[in-house]
């Protein structure tokens, strides 16, 4: 508990994380996003850029999520030959 | 006794994620139209990593699956009388609920984002019927009796997001927080948990979404069925 304020690398107390295993994690949520993946370049691209492109890019897809459930919800509604066009579409897939 | 083979051997293999009730069909078909691509995937099962899961064909054909019962069930419950009802704003938000739920279960439960998801759905329930539960926000993965003396507690023994000063910057701390937000489950987190959840999260929201377009674009524009077809039950059996 003393060691909550202690900025060394090796922060004593509660959290025994290193700098190094956020900086991989870090690292690898890089390589999800689509933007950056294919500029690599790790000195140039901050946590807080990989983060805040993070963010943006989950709301991103939570923004197509909604979208295609509100399509999917239109067309459960309108047809009654959709479940049978489902049904067909996933057995001759 | 020959009933209880395949279960067990269904059971052991731990490639194949498919539940023994449900979603039989569904292996059999994967099986044997993936036969070559399962192999891959049994290779790597000692490490398979949570992306490449997400990737898999498998993965996404298992979610569709469930996503269409799920969607079955859905439209059979909600089905008014009037049938001119048309732009439901209510049933895009069910529907993306049950795609979430579906996603969830499909995470086998693994991840803190598919207990919670799921445990939300759970809460709601009991929350209409009883209503004497304390309204707990926070979905953490305890049960709703969660009072304040535990999460004081949980604050003291685990470094969260506000404490870690291994990133001490305010800018990273902050961007952080948001995203622990926006990942349902992880808002008093450490950061190393966010940033993998984060990680298995954005990969299985890019299948759900996959999945979901492919679904979509094969019910509009259903292709025709293949000449030379006696019907579709031979397609079902062979």
Not at chain 2, 120 to 126: C, G, I
Request: glycine share 4%.
């Amino acid at each position: 508990m003393s060691g909550r304020r202690s900025r060394s690398r090796q922060s004593s107390g509660t959290s025994r994380i290193s700098e190094d295993q956020i900086n991989d994690l870090i690292l690898k949520l890089q390589q999800l996003l689509p933007e950056l993946r294919d500029s690599r370049r790790s000195d140039k691209v901050s946590a807080a850029r990989v983060l805040q492109d993070t963010c943006n890019y989950i709301r991103n897809l939570h923004r197509e999520v909604d979208d295609l459930s509100e399509r999917l919800s239109e067309l459960l509604a309108n047809t009654d030959t959709a479940q049978a066009a489902l049904i067909r579409s996933l057995l001759t897939q | 006794m020959e009933s209880i083979s395949p279960v067990s051997n269904q059971i052991t293999q731990p490639t194949t994620t498919t539940t023994t009730t449900t979603t039989t069909s569904s292996s059999d078909r994967s099986r044997r139209k993936r036969r070559k691509k399962s192999q891959p995937s049994s290779v790597d099962s000692s490490q398979s990593t949570s992306l490449e899961k997400w990737r898999s064909e498998k993965q996404q054909q298992i979610y569709s699956t469930k996503l269409v019962r799920a969607l079955r069930e859905l439209r059979i419950s909600q089905q008014p009388t009037s049938s001119s009802s048309s732009s439901n704003p209510r049933g895009g938000r069910a529907v993306r609920e049950v795609a979430d739920r579906a996603l969830a279960v499909a995470a086998r439960g693994k991840t803190l984002w598919s207990r919670a998801i799921l445990s939300k759905a759970v809460k709601l329930k009991f929350r209409k019927q009883k209503r004497q539960r304390i309204p707990n926000p926070s979905p953490t993965k305890t049960t709703t009796l969660t009072t304040g003396s535990i999460s004081i507690r949980s604050k003291k023994q685990r470094a969260t997001v506000l404490r870690l000063k291994a990133k001490g910057l305010p800018a990273v701390q902050r961007k952080v927080k948001v995203l622990s937000r926006l990942v349902p489950g992880c808002r008093k987190q450490t950061l190393p948990v966010v940033l993998e959840e984060t990680t298995d999260y954005i990969a299985a929201m890019e299948m759900q979404i996959r999945a979901m377009t492919a679904i979509l674009s094969a019910v509009t524009s259903p292709p025709p069925p293949p000449p030379g077809h006696d019907g579709g039950h031979t397609h079902m059996l062979g």
